[in-house]
């Protein structure tokens, strides 16, 4: 629970001194990221219900809803969570989206272990909602699942651990 706090604190931060941003944008990337901390509460807790609505609907489709919780390992704990890189908002008729890098350090098995990856924002109600994923590719090769992402993206880090939140 305070991971959450902490991560939402420390975005708030981020966000309130963003510059060359309007304050819609400032405004629609606070929501985006208290959805963002009630996805990882829901994960942590394993309230599949709750934790499917942030998630991206083709992931769902991809992973399977049973096996969207699977892919927690007991064996890892996670101690920190950081977020950074936070890209700027492309808005179009279909979606809002926007990226940003989340780092996590972990214990597994007694050894820390350091992960950086993209998570994609997205929103199909104008920022009321929001839905995430971890980047899995290439913005173009995505777009093949995800017709609706912007070429915009810009994405850098691929987990070899598809789908983790």
């Known amino acids: ?7 939402t604190l420390i975005l708030f931060f981020f966000i309130s001194f963003s510059f060359g941003q309007s304050i819609d944008s400032v405004r629609l990337k606070k929501k985006a990221f208290k959805n963002y901390s009630a996805c990882l509460k829901s994960h942590e807790e ?9 998630v991206h609907p083709t992931i769902i489709k991809q992973v399977g809803k049973e096996k969207l919780l699977l892919k927690n390992d007991s064996n890892i704990k996670i101690r ?3 977020i950074s890189e936070i890209g700027k908002i492309h808005f179009d008729n ?5 990226t940003f890098t ?16 993209t998570v994609i924002a997205m929103s199909y109600d104008k920022g009321k909602n929001w839905v995430f994923f971890n980047a899995y590719d ?20 691929i987990p070899i651990q598809n789908f983790q939140f």
Do not use: W
């Open 80 to 82: 920190e969570r950081s």
């Open 46 to 54: 394993k309230k599949i219900k709750k934790y499917e609505k942030y």
């Open 102 to 117: 989340e780092t996590t350090i972990s214990d597994v098995v007694n050894k820390e272990k350091v992960c950086s990856y």
């Open 1 to 7: 629970m305070k991971q959450h706090i902490h991560i």
């Open 94 to 98: 279909q979606a809002y989206q926007f």
């Open 138 to 157: 290439s913005i173009e090769k995505m777009k093949e699942d995800i017709p609706e992402l912007s070429s915009n993206l810009k994405v850098k880090n």
